[in-house]
T-cell receptor
Framework: AQKVTQAQTEISVVEKEDVTLDCVYE???????LFWYKQPPSGELVFLIR??????QNEISGRYSWNFQKSTSSFNFTITASQVVDSAVYFC????????????FGQGTELSVKP | GAVVSQHPSWVICKSGTSVKIECRSL??????MFWYRQFPKQSLMLMAT?????????EQGVEKDKFLINHASLTLSTLTVTSAHPEDSSFYIC?????????????FGPGTRLTVT
């Protein structure tokens, strides 16, 4: 069975703090894809990143960085120097290797960045 | 980037009536479209997967007679909530997967907020 766990339901930080959102996944597939999405109060999902299971390189995009570790089945997301505009719900998701695979979402982490 | 639209963005209907939500891929062809439902403070739950020209595949626990899905073309899928009741009030999100470029990307619509009174 496939499962995504985001243990942090809510996180509150003060602007300029760094924050890490945890994501742990379960799958028996050797080929799979991991995603992060941002859902601001408007509701529209914003795609942030996709990673396939064969690429364990960490990625940095501006203030965002992702740490993918297969050994611990984790795909954590760090926001450096957080800003108020980062306030949103963030979802980690998993999809199995075949293209018909469903996208399984974690429970989401609500991030609140206070000025 | 690929754009998926939904219409309407919000709708209020009376209990017992039916409401149709449209999902369109505006600049790409989508062989597969997905419908999700999201209650407040909860995650997205997949309701059904539809492939163009064939019947939708519903997730366990989703009533296919209540949530009618039609994927008539490569750019349009519709979700009809029949005989809606207040418990159907939710945020409905569609998603489309491109049939080109490996089909890896799944693009999401902006969502439709349904309120049944």
């Amino acid at each position: 069975a496939q499962k995504v766990t985001q243990a942090q339901t809510e996180i509150s930080v003060v602007e300029k703090e760094d924050v890490t959102l945890d994501c742990v996944y379960e799958t028996r597939d050797t080929t799979y894809y991991l995603f992060w999405y941002k859902q601001p109060p408007s509701g529209e999902l914003v795609f942030l990143i996709r990673r396939n299971s064969f690429d364990e390189q960490n990625e940095i995009s501006g203030r965002y960085s992702w740490n993918f570790q297969k050994s611990t089945s984790s795909f954590n997301f760090t926001i450096t120097a957080s800003q108020v505009v980062d306030s949103a719900v963030y979802f980690c998701a998993l999809r199995s290797g075949n293209q018909g695979g469903k996208l399984i979402f974690g429970q989401g982490t609500e991030l609140s960045v206070k000025p | 980037g690929a754009v998926v639209s939904q219409h309407p963005s919000w709708v209020i209907c009376k209990s017992g009536t039916s409401v149709k939500i449209e999902c369109r891929s505006l600049d790409f062809q989508a062989t597969t479209m997905f419908w999700y439902r999201q209650f407040p403070k909860q995650s997205l739950m997949l309701m059904a997967t539809s492939n163009e020209g064939s019947k939708a595949t519903y997730e366990q626990g989703v009533e296919k007679d209540k949530f009618l899905i039609n994927h008539a073309s490569l750019t349009l899928s519709t979700l009809t909530v029949t005989s809606a009741h207040p418990e159907d009030s939710s945020f409905y999100i569609c998603s489309a997967r491109s049939s080109t470029g490996g089909g890896y990307e799944q693009y999401f619509g902006p969502g439709t907020r349904l309120t049944v009174t």
